[in-house]
């Protein structure tokens, strides 16, 4: 599968006012103009969008993965946060670009690197959801900042 770069429309953030631990909080046009990487996981059946960061930082902190880095010469610490991504059933809440929004080296690293993101995403979600199970969310420092805390229904955790 090629990945696909989108925007989650405006209206979806406004809808879900109430998410917590989101990037750019309150900010809904900020929210709908940031890159998101569409990530199928075949396990849970759910369309997971990775935000693209312009300043993520180390991806791989002493506590674990938190993204995967695509630097380039004028973004340098840029990369896809896993911390930060949201789940979208809902086609209607996406937008394809006409064209391609981010370099064109950033998207080359993203199409080349794919299946080893999908592969450290599902590392993560699964390592989410386990520590969901157990209730150590906020213990846990890979999954305190975790914008899936928004998503435990979906995710069948109780």
Do not use: W
């Not at 300043?55 to 630097?71: C, T």
């Not at 080296?105 to 592969?119: A, G, L, N, P």
């Amino acid at each position: 599968m090629e990945p696909k770069l989108c925007f989650i429309r405006e209206s979806y953030f406004i809808n879900h006012s109430e998410f917590t631990k989101m990037l750019d909080t309150g900010n809904t046009k900020k929210q709908s103009r940031r890159s998101h990487l569409c990530v199928m996981i075949a396990q849970s059946g759910n369309n997971f969008y990775i935000p693209l960061r312009n300043n993520l930082g180390a991806d791989m902190r002493k506590f674990g993965r938190i993204g995967h880095a695509i630097p380039s010469q004028k973004r340098k610490s840029a990369g896809l946060d896993y911390r930060y991504a949201l789940i979208v059933n809902d086609e209607s809440d996406i937008e394809l670009p006409v064209e391609q929004k981010i370099p064109n080296s950033h998207y080359q690293k993203i199409k080349k690197d794919y299946d080893v993101i999908k592969t450290e995403f599902t590392v993560y979600l699964n390592g989410f959801i386990k520590a969901a199970k157990k209730r150590r969310i906020e213990k846990e420092p890979l999954y305190k900042e975790s914008s899936l805390v928004n998503f435990l229904s979906i995710l069948k955790i109780k």
